[in-house]
């Protein structure tokens, strides 16, 4: 079985500060690991995913997220937020091609001037 | 257009009335999901197909249902809506191949049902 974490349920940071989101998984097999976001009135878009090849994985808009299998963690980052990020983000985790996805509960990121 | 569509996009309905979510896609992926959103709870799996003749239920099936039509269409019917199934719900699609052994799923833009 796997689940997910996400540690925060809103992150508030100012334009121009660097942008943080936790997520902790669990999972009896090496995962494959997502993060998505979702803007307001909208579905969800994939920012970046692990499949093994890399631990740093680089996504859209500026983000990245670290593997880190001694943490268990897989963190999203980005050196510098935009008013355009404020948006709600979700970590899933799959074991396999033929398992489900798994969602955190998600967390709101908000962007202040 | 888009990949992946759902109708309708907005729904008011009373209480005990059957009502059905249509999701389409032309992805041409085998797999079709449908989650619930609610605040502060992620998405849910409801029910999942890994192809026409494969039906799962997922985390919270009760009292939903779905149909699996044709590849490229998936429904979900509430036979007696209740109010605390007032939520957002998502249609997804998923293709793994050999070369792409993960599950990326990919997302319609969501239905906003109120039950009343």
């Known amino acids: 079985a796997q689940s997910v974490t996400q540690l925060g349920s809103h992150v508030s940071v100012s334009e121009g500060a660097l942008v943080l989101l936790r997520c902790n998984y669990s999972s009896s097999v090496p995962p494959y690991l997502f993060w998505y976001v979702q803007y307001p009135n909208q579905g969800l878009q994939l920012l970046l995913k692990?499949?093994?090849?890399?631990?740093l994985v680089k996504g859209i808009n500026g983000f990245e997220a670290e593997f880190k299998k001694s943490e268990t963690s897989f963190h999203l980052t980005k050196p510098s937020a935009h008013m355009s990020d404020a948006a709600e983000y979700f970590c899933?985790?799959?074991?396999?091609?033929?398992?489900?996805?798994?969602f955190g509960k998600g967390t709101m990121l908000l962007v202040s001037p | 257009d888009a990949d992946v569509t759902q109708t309708p996009r907005n729904r008011i309905t009373k209480t005990g009335k059957r009502i059905m979510l249509e999701c389409s896609q032309t992805?041409?992926?085998?797999?079709m999901y449908w989650y619930r959103q609610d605040p502060g709870l992620g998405l849910r799996l409801i029910y999942y197909s890994f192809d026409v003749k494969d039906i799962n239920k997922g985390e919270i099936s009760d009292g939903y249902s779905v149909s699996r039509q044709a590849q490229a269409k998936f429904s979900l019917s509430l036979e007696s809506a209740i109010p605390n199934q007032t939520a957002l719900y998502f249609c997804?699609?998923?293709?793994?191949?050999?070369?792409?052994?993960?599950?990326?799923?990919?997302f319609g833009p969501g239905t906003r049902l109120t039950v009343l």
């Open positions: 692990y499949t093994s090849a890399a631990t």
């Open positions: 992805k041409g992926h085998d797999r």
């Open positions: 899933a985790v799959s074991l396999s091609g033929y398992s489900t996805l798994t």
């Open positions: 997804a699609t998923s293709d793994p191949s050999t070369g792409r052994p993960y599950n990326e799923q990919f």
